[in-house]
């Protein structure tokens, strides 16, 4: 069974700088996505950058990157010049390619942004 | 038009009551869901319709019963409810069921059962 880890419940950021969130997953697939979701207070729950695991290159959405390493089965997000509006709830997922099974969530990691 | 609408935004009910929520999408997308959320928890996954058919049902109890009307509409028919059943429900839609399709999240009903 797929499972996905995120071992930061709580994270805080300085306005401006730069933080990381990890997430490592569990998978026998070989093709697969990989997922950032974002969910602010408001609680609309919305995509913030996707990774396909054939892709070696790490996708990237303005000042959201990832650093995919997929040997090690891990897939952080990267945010860079951190604002107000990035503090939220982000959820790392996973679903594998050609195939009914639906997105698997890691338990999210509250990131706070300091002014 | 990239919005997944749900209504109502808050709703109570008695454990005998019968309710209804309501999940709208207009962006031509074939792949509709239903999640639960509790708080500071993932969704977890409920019912997926493809193309209006029921194609998953997450062994989710028969006091949860959904319905597609049409494409562009979901219910969620609720009955006999239990107060852990309270949470925040979650409607998703993408183009279609397959993983390169991106969800589209609604805000959500914030539902509590008392």
């Known amino acids: 069974a797929q499972t996905v880890t995120q071992s930061q419940p709580e994270m805080s950021v300085q306005e401006a700088e730069t933080v990381t969130l990890s997430c490592t997953y569990d998978?026998?697939?070989?093709?697969?996505?990989l997922f950032w979701y974002k969910q602010p207070p408001s609680r609309q729950m919305i995509l913030v950058i996707r990774q396909e695991a054939y892709k070696q290159q790490n996708a990237t959405e303005n000042r959201f990157s990832v650093n995919f390493q997929k040997a090690a089965k891990s897939f952080s997000l990267k945010i860079s010049d951190s604002q107000l509006g990035d503090a939220a709830m982000y959820f790392c997922a996973y679903r594998p390619s050609g195939s009914a099974r639906q997105l698997t969530f890691g338990s999210g990691t509250q990131l706070t942004v300091l002014p | 038009d990239t919005e997944v609408t749900q209504t109502p935004k808050h709703l109570v009910m008695g454990m005998t009551n019968k309710k209804s929520l309501k999940c709208e999408q207009h962006m031509g997308h074939r792949a509709m869901y239903w999640y639960k959320q509790k708080a500071k928890k993932p969704p977890e996954l409920m019912f997926v319709?493809?193309?209006?058919?029921?194609?998953i049902n997450e062994s989710v109890p028969s006091r949860f019963s959904p319905e597609c009307p049409n494409s562009s509409l979901l219910n969620l028919h609720l009955h006999a409810l239990q107060p852990e059943d309270s949470a925040l429900y979650l409607c998703?839609?993408?183009?279609?069921?397959?993983?390169?399709?991106?969800?589209?999240f609604g805000p959500g009903t914030r539902l509590t059962v008392t």
């Open positions: 998703a839609s993408s183009q279609g069921a397959t993983p390169s399709y991106e969800q589209y």
């Open positions: 319709y493809s193309y209006e058919k029921l194609s």
């Open positions: 998978t026998s697939e070989s093709d697969y996505y």
